[in-house]
């Protein structure tokens, strides 16, 4: 499952993507906002889309969108499990997956335009983790990194 999620500045770019996840066939829960509000807060989004990928890191997958794309990406980045990236490019986003197998990915409304997003996002949502040894290697060292924290 696909979640979704974005602020007032991602909003439309937000609606956007859903429409474009629909034509490729993707299913998806939209976790707001619903409406254009300016006054809504990125991480009252960024928290329910990053909760539901934790539950199934490896199976769910999730998409946010924010002004500068860091405000998501930050939030998104503090539940365990979840490891979002803020793709400004295609190389990026392709390197994020195959190496740290990225289970968010964070879009910027304010810096990246709607063909562009989607072609992030479908080209992110098409590649896979490499499994190479020195990258399963790497993202053992960041679990333990977050078991550290929960034994505190």
């Known amino acids: 499952m696909i979640y979704i999620g ?5 909003f439309k770019l937000k609606e956007c993507l859903k ?13 707001g906002a619903f409406t254009l509000g300016v006054g809504d807060d990125y991480p ?3 928290l329910p889309v990053a909760l539901k990928v934790a539950e ?3 199976g769910n997958r999730g998409v946010l969108v924010c002004g500068s ?5 930050v939030a998104a980045n503090k539940i365990d499990g979840v490891r979002s990236v803020l793709a400004l490019s295609l190389e990026q986003v392709v390197a994020s997956k195959r190496e740290d197998d990225t289970n968010v990915l964070s879009l910027a ?7 562009d997003a989607k072609q992030i996002m479908a080209t992110w949502l098409n590649t896979v983790f490499s499994k190479e040894e020195k990258h399963v290697r790497r993202l053992k060292k960041v679990s333990k990194i977050e078991e550290g924290r929960k034994q505190k």
Do not use: C, I, K
């Open 6 to 10: 974005a602020d007032h500045r991602g």
């Open 19 to 31: 429409d474009y996840l629909g034509q490729l066939g993707y299913a998806f829960e939209d976790d």
């Open 44 to 46: 009252d989004f960024a």
């Open 56 to 58: 199934n890191p490896e």
């Open 69 to 73: 794309g860091v405000g998501v990406d």
């Open 109 to 115: 409304a304010d810096y990246t335009g709607e063909e």
